[in-house]
């Protein structure tokens, strides 16, 4: 469903909906989403096109997250 919901968005715009669901997961209650979360989508479908996060991209996430599951999913 999130691909689906994710498919007409420019490659820039997946990564700041990246950063927005893992600044929500932090900061609101009930948005825990763990393995299901849409960052993972959303960084799958940017791998998919080719346009990979970069190193300063994976260090922000982490540092932002306690969500192991971001940015890759379960492995």
């Known amino acids: 469903t999130w691909t689906t919901a ?3 968005f ?3 715009e997946l990564r700041l909906l990246i950063r927005f669901f893992v600044c929500a997961e932090r900061l609101l209650p ?3 989403a763990g393995s299901t979360s849409p960052a993972i989508w959303a ?5 998919s096109r080719g346009a990979r996060l970069d190193q300063n991209e994976l260090a922000w996430i982490r540092a932002n997250t306690d969500n192991r599951f ?3 999913g379960g492995l």
Do not use: A, Q, R
């Not at 960084?43 to 791998?47: C, E, V």
């Open 6 to 8: 994710l498919t007409d």
């Open 10 to 12: 420019s490659n820039d």
């Open 30 to 32: 009930g948005w825990e």
């Open 70 to 72: 971001i940015p890759n």
């Open 43 to 47: 960084n799958k479908l940017l791998k």
